[in-house]
T-cell receptor, first 119, second 109 residues
Framework: GAVVSQHPSWVICKSGTSVKIECRSL??????MFWYRQFPKQSLMLMAT?????????EQGVEKDKFLINHASLTLSTLTVTSAHPEDSSFYIC???????????????FGPGTRLTVL | GQNIDQPTEMTATEGAIVQINCTYQ??????LFWYQQHAGEAPTFLSY??LDGLEEKGRFSSFLSRSKGYSYLLLKELQMKDSASYLC??????????WGAGTKLIIKP
């Protein structure tokens, strides 16, 4: 099946610094990737849709200048949390939709997630 | 607005059966997903329903009634490893996933 990786899986940083999270589709191409954020005991919240070759689409309430998204190739999307603050501490997960070869065409394949802690 | 409702927490006994319900209201409908999520990990796919009826896959089954905006996930022969959160998600007319808050399932010996 399709595999999505994320790096790093865990990061601690000081307040005010920037953190880059990578999301890669390992054995398929993804023109679209989704970035989610999940706070403890809450559901996944879609932050933005990353589009290869064009600007990302951000959900209402998500600051595009703070959460920079770059979809550099058909297998890589990056999320950069700029000037991170403690309230940005969360579990960040990316996903990529199936390409139609799966059993369920609309299936999403998730990366393992990145745990960000801002001190 | 779009809304997914599922119970916050459920408790069941090892070896028993548990049913987790999900009701939804979305703009259009392109299927309903159930995912399992262990603490600190990403969700893993369990099932997908787009037509009414029951889909069975081993110990897990998922049911959908589009007219009622209702689905359930049925887990049989519960094992301790089934302790996790179970997320219900609907795909709307724009093929965007709308997520429920998840049901934390606690399995007791």
């Amino acid at each position: 099946g399709a595999v999505v990786s994320q790096h790093p899986s865990w990061v601690i940083c000081k307040s005010g610094t920037s953190v880059k999270i990578e999301c890669r589709s390992l054995d398929f191409q993804a023109t679209t990737m989704f970035w989610y954020r999940q706070f403890p005991k809450q559901s996944l919240m879609l932050m933005a849709t990353s589009n290869e070759g064009s600007k990302a689409t951000y959900e209402q309430g998500v600051e595009k200048d703070k959460f920079l998204i770059n979809h550099a190739s058909l297998t890589l999307s990056t999320l950069t949390v700029t000037s991170a603050h403690p309230e940005d501490s969360s579990f960040y997960i990316c996903s990529a939709p199936g390409t139609g070869g799966e059993i369920f065409e609309n299936e999403q394949f998730f990366g393992p997630g990145t745990r960000l802690t801002v001190l | 607005g779009q809304n997914i409702d599922q119970p916050t927490e459920m408790t069941a006994t090892e070896g028993a059966i548990v049913q987790i319900n999900c009701t939804y209201q979305t703009s259009g409908f392109n299927g309903l997903f159930w995912y399992q999520q262990h603490a600190g990990e990403a969700p893993t796919f369990l099932s997908y329903n787009v037509l009414d009826g029951l889909e069975e896959k081993g110990r897990f089954s998922s049911f959908l009634s589009r007219s009622k905006g209702y689905s359930y996930l049925l887990l049989k022969e519960l094992q301790m490893k089934d302790s996790a959160s179970y997320l219900c998600a609907c795909m709307d007319s724009n093929y965007q996933l709308i997520w429920g808050a998840g049901t934390k399932l606690i399995i007791k010996p």
